[in-house]
């Protein structure tokens, strides 16, 4: 009985948020965060309006660097950050995060390459090495069995050459028919050829159409060791800046994401890189960029509170509620992609 009067007393003497007029800054960074004609919007602040409106909070909204926001909420100079904030180790010591708002990851953005002939991806140049690997396996086992026949000569060449023929039209189910196993181990040899090769045949292919399909970056990014052959470009205090520094890259500094990508159009730079967020909805904007394969270092992206805020719990149920109702997906839809 004592504790629950205690506990009353303790509500009444806390004003009610709804009374409270919290504030709230924000980084500004498509889809995140933008503003026009002064007044905020993009995918952060649509859903944090979304989230105040439904626990009736009250609150203004002013912007700052990502590092003087997080060092705001730090101090609980300020109740909450929003905008494309990257959860980390390091951040989380000294703050707390809501649960996840979105997937994050490092990603680069390049110009578009200007080549006729699309470039193939490391993925394609592998499926290329096995494509010739699997005919050359193929034409061998023709030749062999086949071989001293009229239709593909015993001797190795240009026997072998009938034999690769042969088994390039057969995985691509062409056909001709101007080659026609005789012996049983031809046959079955063909009946491999059949079974195996053109379902490695149409999956290969498969990949060099995806490849030409996507327009092709002209600083292409399959893996991390690719980073280390251009110059970079990020914004910095973000994640993908403390990324680029602590892995001992050389990074040209810039203080928004507008300015890098300037510089990338100029060549001044070859890759600007940020979170995939950012980078995706840059290259959906700008029909000259794109953006690269390789993502890095995945991770997720969340609302900064003050540790121990006592708004965490109540934004982490209203978040949850907004995705089993599906107004999430509908505010993610409208500004993801």
């Not at 996507?214 to 600083?219: G, T, V």
């Not at 953006?291 to 992206?301: D, G, Q, V």
């Amino acid at each position: 009985m004592k504790r629950f009067i205690v506990a009353c007393l303790l509500l009444a003497a806390v004003p009610s948020l709804a009374e409270t007029e919290l504030s709230v800054v924000v980084s500004e960074l498509a889809p995140c965060a933008m503003q026009r004609d002064g007044e905020w919007m993009g995918f952060s602040v649509e859903l944090w309006d979304t989230i105040a409106e439904e626990l009736d909070w009250n609150y203004d909204i002013a912007a700052q660097d990502i590092p003087t926001m997080l060092s705001q909420v730090e101090s609980k100079a300020v109740d909450v950050g929003i905008g494309c904030i990257s959860v980390n180790y390091e951040r989380e010591q000294s703050l707390d995060f809501t649960h996840p708002i979105l997937d994050g990851g490092v990603k680069a953005l390049s110009r578009k390459s200007m080549g006729v002939l699309p470039q193939l991806s490391r993925e394609s140049q592998i499926m290329l090495v096995l494509l010739l690997s699997v005919v050359l396996v193929f034409a061998h086992l023709m030749w062999f069995s086949e071989r001293g026949r009229e239709t593909i000569d015993d001797r190795y060449f240009p026997g072998i050459f009938e034999a690769c023929w042969f088994s390039i039209v057969t995985m691509s189910t062409v056909g001709y028919g101007d080659v026609a196993p005789r012996r049983w181990l031809g046959r079955i040899s063909a009946m491999l050829i059949i079974l195996l090769g053109v379902t490695t045949f149409g999956i290969i292919f498969g990949q060099f159409a995806a490849d030409a399909i996507s327009p092709p970056a002209a600083n292409p990014v399959s893996s991390y060791s690719d980073l280390h052959k251009y110059r970079i470009g990020a914004k910095v205090g973000t994640y993908a800046y403390d990324y680029l520094t602590n892995s001992d890259l050389e990074v040209v500094d810039y203080e928004t994401m507008e300015a890098a990508i300037e510089d990338l159009r100029n060549r001044e730079i070859d890759l600007v890189i940020h979170d995939y967020v950012a980078v995706s909805y840059a290259a959906r904007k700008n029909g000259d960029l794109v953006e690269t394969n390789a993502m890095f270092y995945p991770h997720h992206l969340g609302f900064a509170l003050a540790q121990g805020s006592q708004l965490v719990e109540s934004i982490n149920r209203t978040l949850l509620q907004l995705r089993e109702d599906g107004r999430y997906q509908a505010i993610h839809d409208k500004w993801i992609k």
